[in-house]
T-cell receptor, first 115, second 114 residues
Framework: GAVVSQHPSRVICKSGTSVKIECRSL??????MFWYRQFPKQSLMLMAT?????????EQGVEKDKFLINHASLTLSTLTVTSAHPEDSSFYIC???????????FGQGTRLTVV | AQSVSQHNHHVILSEAASLELGCNYS??????LFWYVQYPGQHLQLLLK??????LVKGIKGFEAEFIKSKFSFNLRKPSVQWSDTAEYFC????????????FGTGTKLQVIP
């Protein structure tokens, strides 16, 4: 399958600071990328869907001003957690696909800890 | 809204035992169903999917799943597990077509003892 890489895999930041997570499709052009978060012992929850060159579509209850998503190229999407708080500590996972009807490939996830 | 329920959180089996992992979803309309697997230290990867047609779907590594619409179920099966099947398995559903807006279950950790 295709390769999707997330960076960093782990990050610790201070409360009030911002953190950027990158999601790259290494060997294909990802027109659509999805961002999920997973709390301990809970399922992956879709946060937003981004299409290259367009504004992201956020799921209900996800603050778009807090979780900034940029998908400026066909191989890179970024998620910026702004003014992070301890309750934002979670596991963030991206997936990427070449169109909504094709298989989405997952990154390895990013463990964010806000202290 | 769609939701997915996986009944088993942790399953321990001996090699060669048969496996069945339960998955139920709640959504009244047309759905696409998935099973994903995450091996230790690796990315989530697609094991099999059901979009339409034959409700018995065969995936990679000898896994299969059966979509039973009347029971809102999509259970995963394998007749004889191997130690290399040790992983976490996630059932997922999409009501929006394709791979959009996928909702995941909480996952089942499978441990296969040699």
């Amino acid at each position: 399958g295709a390769v999707v890489s997330q960076h960093p895999s782990r990050v610790i930041c201070k409360s009030g600071t911002s953190v950027k997570i990158e999601c790259r499709s290494l060997d294909f052009q990802a027109t659509t990328m999805f961002w999920y978060r997973q709390f301990p012992k809970q399922s992956l929850m879709l946060m937003a869907t981004s299409n290259e060159g367009s504004k992201a579509t956020y799921e209900q209850g996800v603050e778009k001003d807090k979780f900034l998503i940029n998908h400026a190229s066909l191989t890179l999407s970024t998620l910026t957690v702004t003014s992070a708080h301890p309750e934002d500590s979670s596991f963030y996972i991206c997936s990427a696909s070449f169109g909504a009807s094709t298989e989405a490939f997952f990154g390895q996830g990013t463990r964010l800890t806000v202290v | 809204a769609q939701s997915v329920s996986q009944h088993n959180h942790h399953v321990i089996l001996s090699e060669a035992a048969s496996l069945e992992l339960g998955c139920n979803y709640s959504y009244g309309g047309t759905v696409n169903l998935f099973w994903y697997v995450q091996y230790p230290g690796q990315h989530l990867q697609l094991l099999l999917k059901y979009f339409s047609g034959d409700p018995l779907v065969k995936g990679i590594k000898g896994f299969e799943a059966e979509f039973i619409k009347s029971k809102f179920s999509f259970n995963l099966r394998k007749p004889s597990v191997q130690w290399s099947d040790t992983a976490e398995y996630f059932c997922a559903v999409s009501s929006s077509g394709g791979y959009q807006k996928v909702t995941f279950g909480t996952g089942t950790k499978l441990q296969v003892i040699p």
